[in-house]
């Protein structure tokens, strides 16, 4: 961690010194994780919102279980390799994305968004999340596996 101070210029004297920018007092940051979301990231509510930062694992062979968020989730993938299904209930496709350890994502919000994370790896997946939630929603809600041939992950 580093932190950073500020020094006042040296003036010619008779002149008013320069201001100096300041830096941190008494600050400590830690970077928890950190990852590039190469489409971008963009989450926003026009609701009264709940935000919850946890870190989630799922050890090889593990998943998340079907689910939705009814706000945005970021994620930062710390170690690992997630692979995620993602079903949409309006046009009844499955698409498969991987997340490498160094990425970011948004999962998509709402019920007609459902999806599963998977562990297919040996080691275990760790992730930094951040669930920008309607105040009093749960944080996921689980659904059924969807029938979906394309969605099968076994």
């Not at 201001?19 to 008494?26: A, C, D, E």
């Not at 990231?41 to 919850?52: D, F, L, M």
């Not at 279980?65 to 993938?77: D, N």
């Amino acid at each position: 961690m580093a932190t950073t101070t500020g020094t006042a210029a040296a003036s010619p004297a008779g002149s008013t010194p320069s201001p100096s920018p300041t830096g941190p007092t008494g600050v400590t940051a830690t970077t928890e994780a950190q990852g590039s979301a190469r489409d971008g990231i963009k989450a926003s509510t026009t609701v009264p919102t709940k935000v919850t930062f946890r870190t989630v694992t799922l050890a090889p062979g593990g998943s998340t279980g079907w689910h939705y968020h009814p706000g945005p989730l970021l994620a930062v993938v710390k170690s690992g390799t997630l692979t995620e299904y993602f079903y949409n209930a309006g046009t009844h496709e499955c698409t498969v994305r991987t997340h490498k350890a160094g990425t970011a994502f948004v999962e998509d919000v709402g019920n007609e968004h459902h999806h599963i994370g998977i562990n297919r790896g040996t080691t275990p997946v760790e992730l930094a999340t951040t669930y920008i939630m309607p105040a009093g929603s749960q944080l996921a809600v689980p659904v059924a596996a969807p029938s979906a041939a394309s969605c099968k992950t076994g």
